[in-house]
């Protein structure tokens, strides 16, 4: 069947490129023996000669060396070369780069609207993919500067068209729900599309919320809109606003089952769950909820995964500076649990429960540290660049509508149906780095992505 001969086509150019792997792993053992005899000669007085050595250097670098362009008898004649090559290198990875063909923007917002639901899968997968594909720096600040310019996502109130992607987002189509997901979700994993989201933050965050309150269990959609939730968690008006539509009650009834939910959720629902608590509201939130949102930490505290014990200490530190949330700790028997623990963790998570044990021991409250930041909701920007790569990719559920090889998808789709007259005018900034709180999760990192 076709998908036998996809899956053989997989393995195939998976077998190449271990032997790619194994090809050069090989060359890079051979380089190594002969850098070492070359050494042992040294050290034993033997001369090295000077086209001993430009070999070296030309099989370390790949490139043929001119006559006379190392010099042995002037010091670090070879390394100099070698670096410069290594630059030449980066510099031309750089120019292999080029700005993508600008695009119609107001054919594709019509589309996104009028096409079937196969025909806007593709279209939505598209467009993420020229972002999430593009190269790291100038172009992929191009490409989200021109979603931005272009109100892709439809964050203006009024245009149409934020009634068009609300659509998609609520779609009967469990195929345009996840896709249209996964577009926000690229969006929102970058800092100039975290601002451009937060336009419209209340009625977006409703939306969000609504998506993960009625999708049905755990799927790719409801993935994708938590880590899109998470990532806007970054901004401290966000997490006012999520804290007061109820997020940290949906993730508490999301975490009572741990064994339903994928890695993916459990590392950003416990992310996302950190950040909100180290705010004081978050907090005051939880007083109420003491009871079980201790039973669900104690329950994750033990994870195999590390991240996630990390979040979940830093939630515990953060709510144990509630005075009645300490004494609900208490009754429960935590410290001599957490004790216990500490002996069989990592040195660096043994350090952190340490200092829960010491915050669960403390008569402090916590009222100065809340003030403060209470007053820092103006302090709304980011200490972190860009990730390189965007985890929104794999796991795409698109191969159930049995696509054949001659369908234009990704670029291709892009530059057939969708290429623009003219190259839009925006300008390409790196965004402003400014300090903010230390513990707040960027971004749940994976190997998995999503």
Same mark, same amino acid.
């Given at each position: ?16 490129? @271990? ?18 005899? %070359? ?26 060396? $001119? ?8 010091? !670090? ?5 070698? *670096? ?6 980066? *510099?031309?990875?750089? !120019? ?10 107001? !054919? ?12 806007? =899968? ?58 249209? +997901? ?14 451009? @989201? ?7 965050? +409703? @939306? ?28 401290? !008006? @966000? ?9 940290? &009650? ?19 629902? +416990? ?18 909820? %003491? ?20 979040? =979940?200490?830093?939630?515990? #530190? ?9 004494? &609900?700790?208490? %009754? ?7 004790? /216990? ?13 340490? #200092? ?22 103006? $302090? ?21 509508? /049995? ?12 530059? $057939? ?30 190997? $998995?992505?999503?």
């Amino acid at each position: 069947s076709k998908r036998i001969f996809e899956a053989d086509e997989r393995d195939l150019k998976s077998f190449d490129r @271990l032997a790619k792997l194994q090809g050069e792993y090989q060359n890079l053992l051979a380089i190594s023996v002969e850098l070492l005899s %070359a050494l042992e000669d040294a050290l034993s007085g033997k001369m090295m000669t000077p086209d001993r050595l430009e070999s070296l250097v030309a099989r370390v670098t790949g490139h043929s060396i $001119e006559p006379k362009q190392i010099d042995v008898s002037r010091p !670090k004649t070879a390394t100099g070369f070698m *670096m410069a090559s290594i630059q030449a290198a980066g *510099m031309q990875a750089l !120019k292999d780069a080029p700005l993508l063909p600008s695009i119609n923007y107001d !054919k594709i917002k019509s589309d996104l609207k009028r096409l079937s639901e196969r025909e806007r =899968v593709t279209l939505l997968q598209a467009l993420r993919w020229r972002l999430t594909k593009s190269v790291a720096g100038e172009q992929r600040d191009a490409v989200i500067s021109s979603y931005i310019e272009h109100d892709l996502l439809g964050c203006d109130k009024n245009s149409s068209h934020n009634d068009t992607m609300s659509s998609n987002l609520r779609s009967k189509a469990e195929l345009v729900r996840e896709y249209t +997901a996964r577009l926000y979700n690229a969006v929102a994993s970058l800092s100039k599309g975290r601002t451009y @989201l937060c336009s419209q933050h209340v009625d977006l965050l +409703a @939306l969000l919320n609504e998506v993960l309150v009625t999708e049905k269990g755990d799927s790719p959609a409801r993935q994708n809109v938590l880590g899109c939730v998470q990532k806007l968690s970054l901004s401290r !008006k @966000l997490q006012t606003v999520m804290i007061e539509q109820g997020m940290i &009650e949906w993730l508490l009834s999301a975490l009572r089952d741990q064994d339903s939910l994928s890695e993916y959720s459990l590392h950003y629902a +416990a992310a996302l769950l950190m950040n909100l608590c180290l705010r004081s509201s978050g907090k005051r939130r939880c007083v109420a909820l %003491a009871g079980e949102i201790l039973k669900i930490l104690l329950e994750l505290i033990e994870h195999d995964d590390l991240e996630i014990r990390s979040y =979940v200490n830093g939630t515990l #530190y953060s709510l144990l500076g509630e005075a009645s949330i300490r004494e &609900e700790a208490s %009754a429960m028997g935590m410290a001599a649990y957490l004790e /216990g623990l500490m002996t069989s963790s990592e040195p660096g998570l043994a350090s952190q429960l340490e #200092y829960i044990v010491q915050q669960l021991a403390s008569d402090k409250s916590n009222d100065e540290d809340d003030a403060l930041s209470e007053d820092e909701d103006e $302090e709304d920007e980011e200490i972190e660049e860009d990730p390189e790569e965007l985890d929104v990719d794999v796991d795409e559920s698109i191969d159930s509508l /049995g696509f054949d090889g001659d369908e234009l998808t990704g670029e291709r789709l892009l530059c $057939e149906n969708y290429l623009g007259i003219m190259t839009s005018s925006f300008s390409v900034t790196k965004p402003k780095k400014k300090m903010m709180e230390q513990l707040v999760v960027r971004d749940a990192p994976r190997s $998995e992505e999503r």
